[in-house]
């Protein structure tokens, strides 16, 4: 009988500068900002980058401001489906 108690969470490969990187749990980061409302460009960076470490991402002090940029990136595609799924004509 086979266990589920160590199934490990899908990571999201993303472009940081000119690497790539594993990202757990971006996708429920982006929604979670997303539903907080945070618009401001430097709060959202910062809010996103925080959100992803709380999942367990580990990322060095000296690549924040990469990371930030490469998430914030991610977070703007993200905003950007939402506003394609709204603006589809339901058949």
Same mark, same amino acid.
């Given at each position: 009988?086979?266990?589920?108690?160590?199934?490990?969470?899908?990571?999201?490969?993303? /472009? *940081? &500068?000119?690497?790539?990187?594993? %990202?757990?749990?971006?996708?429920?980061?982006?929604?979670?900002?997303? $539903?907080? @409302?945070?618009?401001?460009?430097?709060?959202?960076?910062?809010?996103?980058?925080? /959100? *992803? &470490?709380?999942?367990?991402?580990? %990322?060095?002090?000296?690549?924040?401001?990469?990371?930030?940029?490469? $998430?914030? @990136?991610?977070?703007?595609?993200?905003?950007?489906?939402?506003?394609?799924?709204?603006?589809?004509?339901?058949?």
């Amino acid at each position: 009988m086979s266990s589920r108690c160590c199934v490990k969470p899908i990571a999201t490969i993303i /472009k *940081v &500068k000119t690497s790539e990187a594993g %990202i757990i749990g971006l996708e429920a980061a982006l929604r979670d900002i997303y $539903i907080s @409302g945070i618009i401001e460009e430097e709060q959202l960076k910062a809010a996103l980058l925080e /959100k *992803v &470490k709380k999942f367990g991402n580990h %990322i060095t002090p000296g690549t924040e401001v990469s990371y930030r940029e490469a $998430i914030l @990136g991610e977070y703007r595609k993200y905003m950007t489906t939402l506003r394609q799924k709204v603006d589809e004509p339901n058949i």
